[in-house]
């Protein structure tokens, strides 16, 4: 069965700090894995997505992703943060027809 | 231009109640899918059509059903609404069901059951 892990479920963050949000998976076929963001009140955003090819994704905001096998992880990174960047974000693993989604991850911004 | 929409808001309504809720999305998408959020924040999908066709049927109460009526329109109903329905429902649609297809989701319907 595949699944996905997000490790941490809240994330504080002093604005123009780094952040990174953390996502393992599982899955005994091809891995096609999503990042998706939830501002308050809204509906889900695409970040980015990994199909195949170059590990090191890139998506919008200035959010970039990692895929990396060895270690059936595809964590998210931003080098410096906005308060705009407070939300609600959502690793998932794509799989006969579905996104299951991770647990989600809270990143709240400080000034 | 509201990509995909969904109404109501805002549903509160009492046990036993039946409604239903609309998505409509003018993408031009094939393909079109119901999540429920809950509490937790928690994102399960629920059902998913292609061309109108039901393609994915997760295990959900028969309470629900969804009806779409064409490809840019999928709605759902619930009878005999439950406490543990309270949840934030979402559409969402994409072109096609490959595997790098994004899904664009609408804002959401709070149903409230009290």
């Known amino acids: 069965a595949q699944s996905v892990t997000q490790l941490d479920s809240q994330v504080p963050v002093f604005e123009e700090a780094p952040v990174e949000l953390r996502c393992n998976y599982s899955?005994?076929?091809?891995?096609?894995l999503f990042w998706y963001v939830q501002y308050p009140n809204q509906g889900l955003q695409l970040l980015l997505k990994?199909?195949?090819?170059?590990?090191l994704v890139k998506g919008i905001n200035g959010f970039e992703a990692e895929f990396n096998k060895s270690q059936t992880s595809f964590h998210l990174r931003k080098p410096s943060v906005h308060i705009s960047d407070t939300a609600e974000y959502f690793c998932a693993l794509f799989n006969d027809y579905k996104l299951s989604f991770g647990a989600g991850t809270t990143v709240t911004v400080r000034a | 231009d509201t990509a995909v929409s969904q109404t109501p808001k805002y549903l509160v309504t009492q046990m036993g109640n039946d409604k239903s809720i609309k998505c409509e999305q003018n993408?031009?998408?094939?393909?079109m899918y119901w999540y429920k959020q809950d509490s937790k924040k928690f994102l399960k999908i629920m059902f998913s059509y292609n061309n109108k066709e039901l393609i994915i049927n997760e295990t959900v109460p028969n309470r629900f059903s969804p009806k779409s009526p064409d490809k840019a329109h999928l709605n759902l109903h619930i009878n005999s609404l439950e406490l543990g329905d309270s949840a934030v429902y979402f559409c969402?649609?994409?072109?096609?069901?490959?595997?790098?297809?994004?899904?664009?989701f609408g804002p959401g319907t709070r149903l409230t059951v009290l």
């Open positions: 990994y199909l195949s090819g170059s590990t």
């Open positions: 899955s005994s076929v091809s891995v096609y």
């Open positions: 993408l031009g998408h094939d393909t």
């Open positions: 969402a649609s994409s072109q096609g069901v490959g595997t790098g297809n994004e899904q664009f």
